[in-house]
């Protein structure tokens, strides 16, 4: 018992955040007698918030250094119109349409991190002025809406994978849920089979992480513990797989599949999480953000850091101008208006540090989920829009105090 | 000695989660002496005086405090200063682009319904600067007055809460020996006005001029209070047994120097302020190190040893720098860090929290920061494999810390050095530059620091030590180089140095002028 208050004290933010996205989600099943969490409303959250989760990984780079970006949403709609343009007006095919979109993203990046690493202009003034700058020449190649994009260019956002393993039973269907339930469909087998891979994939890597500091005696936490762990997180991988499995096109009982996007982003959190934690670059970003000076004197090129954190930044916004693009299916002026903020929230709801040198790609995607569920459990509410903003502004509010006050805490003892 | 007690501590006991920081310690302060608290690091000074001061408020310890004949129950620093109890920190609590007045009145300005009344605040600031000694403009920014001076700001500061009870946190650690003589001057001073004061230090032979009585504390524990004026044993040899709990045989582990080639020169080396660009800060230094050799380099407060240092390692200091450095007898470029690390260079700093460590990285970051690469494949960082190098350190340079994981700022400050020490280590180097390793760490862990340089000289690398503390370069280096006002007046061997000699050459150019 002791043994699980310790790690739960030792974790609170990690675990904290977790839990407070549970309680969300339970309090807006329950208010919107559980349209939230029906199979089509999770696939249109993934489907809305992509362009979140995927700000939020370079976001947290960024904000981890010590930076900041406020110009990430002017640039998704600055190459949410290139793209646009080249295939609405010029018809250049989609995917030559969407490698242009990346190459100019990472120019964006690489004129940001030049300004930033190598002039030391800070990234605020830096981005403020991006803001405007990207903005304003989206709104020069935008003067109209473009739409009529290729089909196979709004699949990226709005496509499924194809069906090729069939359906499986519903194994609850008829005795634990009432058929006629939407809860009470046949499930895609190659949902059901990434999600099984996720849960298996999950406990290999654990029990490889405890078997290494075992043999490097490090002090474990007891067996059960890392057991329950991936218990728990396994119910609710399998949870959503079993909801998302069985989503349909509106109320028809055809079963439509996983979302291709789902399967982008998960390739991009395993990718980010390695980077992060893994890789000599994501080590010296954590370095300068924690105390640049030493890091300078410990013969970290921040220069290079610093202007690779802006590259990385211009290509996933990049990734989020196509994602963004697709979804819509045409490419407005208007677009990518607050996403910057939105990136921002996840990362310090997600227990980023607000001084830099501290952060977790997975606080800041739980962090995303947050304000994605919110958002959609308020539009469901039908709370007004207006309002909407109010809350996510408290929410935001909340999320950081709580952490705040939980670090103290833990600084005294 | 009559036994009128300002400050009766009695049975004071403060815990932490799983850490019993002190344990029934008792410490009885007489009206207007000097009282000296010494201690190794994590003994538990910091905290008794944090318990004092109400920073650790009332209920969260056990035990009464007693001042001026009542029981205290201070919740807060604001408690406790009501009552004249003031603490100066060893971090200095000043803000550096106000004015010294700004500061002094700081939370106290002389103002009348919120407006301040200049006037008064530089006529009585002007009052407070010179009861401390101190002889600058009231109006003179923090950041442009040296160390010692924003001291003596700190204590003026701490007349002008009409303090009765003045608590100094290692007031002379960062100070040169001119500074600190002020600095004691004044204490003395103020205890001639009745002003107690509590005084904690590392430095010995300070409190052997200065205390009235030493409170020696370890583990928690209250050792021995001595009469520094009585006919006990009150020798710094005596104070050294009772901090550490064992006797010290020698203060510098024992060592046969095995000197090799020459492998780093320096000719001609001049390097100019980053900001005040016409200011030479080194002039035509010259020097060289050999393999197996520890060389030191003594300098007062400004002298520019730092500079030096931090110039050779890439550049990391100054501009316009000109002169020669040759490596194994072939120049070499050293024109930034990295350059300087291929070259076989390292540089552990002085400023251990400032520039020396990721405070809120684990050991094991801090360890392999500098050597990451050798640790990556392709960009991508082998985890176990750091692991083991973190662990190998852990065990070999004898690093107090729970495990690899925890945050390198829960140490204290002498195994962080290490961890510091641990980190150049592992990027092999050919010449080590350690700037002030031992400054505010306890004397077990000097020796320990000492021995671990011995070893490092012992596999042929070249040592060069930075350090204000004159017997520490005598007890420890095999050849000694002076520098006065950016220039290298001297270089003595182990054999002719003395203390006398070596200030005598520390201080040659200002005599000069």
Not at chain 2, 293 to 320: C, D, P, Q, W
Request: overall charge neutral; charged content about 20%.
């Amino acid at each position: 018992m002791d043994a699980i208050k310790d790690l739960f004290s030792k974790n609170i933010r990690q675990y904290g955040i977790m839990l407070a996205l549970v309680v969300i989600v339970i309090v807006f099943a329950t208010i919107t007698n559980g349209k939230l969490v029906q199979p089509n409303n999770v696939a249109a959250l993934i489907g809305q918030n992509a362009y979140v989760l995927i700000l939020a990984l370079g976001m947290l780079l960024v904000i981890v250094a010590g930076h900041i970006d406020l110009s990430v949403g002017s640039v998704v709609a600055f190459i949410g119109a290139i793209i646009g343009y080249q295939m609405s007006i010029w018809h250049v095919p989609w995917g030559l349409a969407v490698l242009t979109g990346l190459g100019v993203g990472i120019c964006v990046g690489i004129w940001q991190g030049f300004w930033v690493a190598v002039v030391k202009i800070p990234a605020f003034v830096v981005t403020l002025a991006g803001m405007l700058l990207f903005r304003g020449l989206d709104q020069v190649i935008a003067a109209r809406t473009m739409g009529s994009l290729p089909q196979g260019f709004n699949n990226i956002s709005n496509g499924f994978i194809p069906r090729f393993l069939g359906s499986i039973p519903n194994p609850f269907a008829g005795w634990l849920i009432p058929s006629g339930s939407v809860f009470s469909r046949e499930l895609d087998g190659v949902t059901v089979a990434i999600g099984a891979f996720a849960v298996l994939g999950l406990g290999f890597q654990s029990w490889r992480s405890r078997r290494s500091q075992i043999e490097h005696g490090l002090v474990v936490s007891p067996l059960y513990l890392s057991v329950l762990r991936w218990v728990l997180l396994s119910v609710a991988i399998l949870a959503v797989t079993f909801v998302l499995s069985m989503n349909t096109p509106g109320a028809t009982p055809i079963l439509r599949g996983t979302p291709i996007l789902l399967i982008l982003l998960g390739v991009l959190i395993l990718v980010y999480s390695f980077v992060a934690t893994r890789t000599v670059f994501g080590r010296h970003v954590f370095a300068v953000g924690g105390n640049r000076n030493a890091a300078l004197l410990s013969g970290v090129n921040t220069r290079v850091t610093d202007f690779l954190i802006f590259v990385n930044m211009g290509f996933l916004t990049a990734v989020a101008a196509i994602v963004t693009t697709s979804r819509a299916g045409n490419a407005s002026a208007q677009a990518g208006t607050g996403y910057e903020l939105d990136a921002i929230a996840s990362c310090f709801i997600g227990g980023t540090a607000v001084t830099g040198g501290i952060g977790r790609v997975s606080g800041a995607m739980v962090g995303a989920l947050i304000m994605g569920v919110l958002n959609m459990g308020l539009s469901i509410a039908r709370v007004n829009a207006n309002w909407q903003m109010a809350i996510k502004g408290l929410v935001l509010l909340i999320a950081v105090t709580l952490d705040l006050v939980s670090k103290r805490r833990s600084a005294v003892g | 000695m009559d036994d009128d007690y300002i400050l009766e501590m009695r049975g004071i006991t403060k815990e932490f989660p799983g850490v019993k920081a002190l344990h029934d310690v008792t410490l009885r302060v007489r009206r207007g002496e000097v009282h000296a608290i010494c201690g190794e690091n994590g003994a538990g000074k910091s905290t008794l005086m944090k318990v004092l001061s109400g920073v650790h408020p009332a209920g969260s310890y056990t035990g009464d405090i007693v001042y001026e004949g009542q029981v205290c129950t201070f919740h807060s620093i604001r408690d406790s200063e009501r009552r004249g109890i003031v603490i100066i920190h060893q971090e200095l609590a000043l803000s550096p682009y106000l004015s010294i007045a700004e500061n002094l009145f700081l939370g106290n300005e002389r103002a009348r319904a919120g407006i301040i009344d200049w006037r008064a605040t530089t006529s009585a600031a002007q009052e407070l600067l010179t009861r401390v000694g101190l002889d600058e403009d009231p109006d003179t920014r923090i950041a442009d007055i040296g160390i010692g001076k924003q001291q003596l700001v700190e204590i003026a500061k701490a007349l002008s809460k009409e303090v009765r009870l003045l608590i100094l946190d290692e007031p002379t650690a960062a100070l040169n020996d001119d500074d600190s003589d002020n600095l004691l001057q004044l204490i003395r001073q103020l205890k001639a006005q009745g002003i107690t004061c509590i005084m904690i230090s590392h430095k010995l032979s300070e409190i052997e001029k200065i205390a009235d009585t030493t409170t020696i504390i370890r583990d928690g524990l209250t050792i021995e209070s001595l009469d520094m004026h009585g006919d006990g044993d009150h020798s710094q040899d005596h104070i050294i047994r009772c901090m550490v709990g064992r006797s010290l045989e020698s203060r510098f582990p024992e060592r046969t120097p095995n000197i090799g080639e020459e492998v780093l020169r320096v000719e001609d080396w001049t390097v100019y302020h980053p900001i005040d660009t016409n200011r030479a800060i080194v002039k035509n230094a010259s020097l060289t190190i050999h393999q197996g050799e520890i060389v030191g380099l003594a300098g007062l407060m400004g002298a520019g040893r730092t500079e030096l240092a931090m110039s050779l390692f890439g550049r990391a200091y100054g501009i316009k720098i000109t002169g020669h450095v040759f490596k194994d007898g072939q120049e070499i470029q050293v024109r930034n860090v990295e350059e300087a690390m291929s070259h076989g260079i390292a540089y552990a700093t002085e400023d251990r929290k400032k520039y020396g460590l990721n405070l809120i990285q684990t050991v094991k970051e801090n360890i392999t920061s500098a050597g990451l690469r050798q640790l990556a494949r392709m960009g991508v960082i082998e985890t176990e494999a750091e692991t083991g190098v973190a662990e190998g350190y852990r065990k070999e340079l004898d690093i107090k810390t729970p495990t690899i994981e925890v945050p390198a700022s829960k140490l204290s400050g002498g195994n962080q050095q290490k961890v510091v020490i641990a980190k150049w280590i592992y990027t092999n180097p050919d010449v080590l530059i350690l700037d002030e390793p031992t400054r505010g760490i306890d004397v077990g862990a000097k020796y320990e620091i000492y021995t671990i340089m011995n070893r490092l000289a012992d596999a042929g690398k070249g040592v060069l030590m930075i350090s204000s503390e004159l017997p520490e370069l005598l007890g420890v280096c095999d050849r000694i180089y002076t520098l006065s006002e950016g220039r290298i007046t001297g270089c003595q061997s182990r054999d002719e140095a003395t203390p006398e000699s070596l200030m005598y050459l520390m201080t040659l150019e200002t005599l000069k002028h």
